[in-house]
């Protein structure tokens, strides 16, 4: 199994809402990453775990809350988002987090925030 | 600090003819770089590295770099455009720290267009 899979692939919140997206992997892969996308921009980092650690946070606000319950999974939690929060959520994954390793993009969710 | 340019926001190009997207970049130390392609509504697909060895760097879907060192370049080439090669295509780089970050640093994007 070569992909990472995200779900859902579309979802639409109110400003009050609570929700969360889903990412997983099966390749063995020890790096897992969070991206915002806005379009035809390239990606943001978010976060970054490392061995399930969370290893970078990119001053991401509070609304958005990471998390990863074990080596194949990544959540990330949302509440109390804006409008400005609608972008497509990328996860990726890498063997590692070493320099020479090439990241592997799931199709992304598109979150619409009203 | 690391950084990438991609020169150029859309490149065009006829079927059949020849395409390149540039890319240069700026490490202190040595780079590692990436070309990854997003097809529209999808997630970025990695298609080729440089490391380290041979400048030229073959990947998928016929696709191949040049790593220039003076230059401080890695354009994206392929010998024949196909119209499903339309896409958005970013270059990225990572360098090793201290002096670099493993987190890597994507350039803005090209907007490849193929006509028919």
């Known amino acids: 199994d070569t992909e990472v899979t995200q779900t859902p692939k579309h979802l639409v919140m109110g400003m009050t809402n609570k929700k969360s997206l889903k990412c997983e992997q099966h390749?063995?892969?020890?790096?897992m990453y969070w991206y915002k996308q806005k379009a035809k921009k390239p990606p943001e980092l978010m976060f970054v775990?490392?061995?399930?650690?969370?290893?970078i946070n990119e001053s991401v606000p509070s609304r958005f809350s990471p998390e990863c319950p074990n080596s194949s999974l990544l959540n990330l939690h949302l509440h109390a988002l804006q409008p400005e929060d609608s972008a497509l959520y990328l996860c990726?994954?890498?063997?590692?987090?070493?320099?020479?390793?090439?990241?592997?993009f799931g199709p992304g969710t598109r979150l619409t925030v009203l | 600090a690391q950084s990438v340019a991609q020169p150029e926001d859309q490149v065009n190009v006829a079927e059949g003819n020849p395409l390149t997207v540039k890319c240069t970049y700026s490490?202190?130390?040595?780079?590692?770089l990436f070309w990854y392609v997003q097809y529209p509504n999808r997630g970025l697909q990695f298609l080729l590295k440089?490391?380290?060895?041979?400048?030229l760097v073959k990947g998928s879907y016929g696709f191949e770099a040049e790593f220039n060192k003076s230059q401080t370049s890695f354009h994206l080439k392929k010998p024949s455009a196909l119209v499903s090669d339309s896409a958005l295509y970013f270059c990225?780089?990572?360098?090793?720290?201290?002096?670099?970050?493993?987190?890597?640093?994507f350039g803005r994007g090209t907007s490849l267009i193929v006509h028919p």
């Open positions: 990726a994954s890498s063997v590692g987090t070493n320099v020479d390793n090439e990241q592997f």
């Open positions: 390749m063995g892969h020890r790096a």
């Open positions: 775990y490392s061995y399930e650690k969370l290893s």
């Open positions: 490490v202190s130390g040595n780079p590692y």
């Open positions: 440089y490391i380290t060895g041979d400048n």
């Open positions: 990225a780089v990572r360098a090793s720290p201290p002096r670099g970050s493993y987190i890597p640093t």
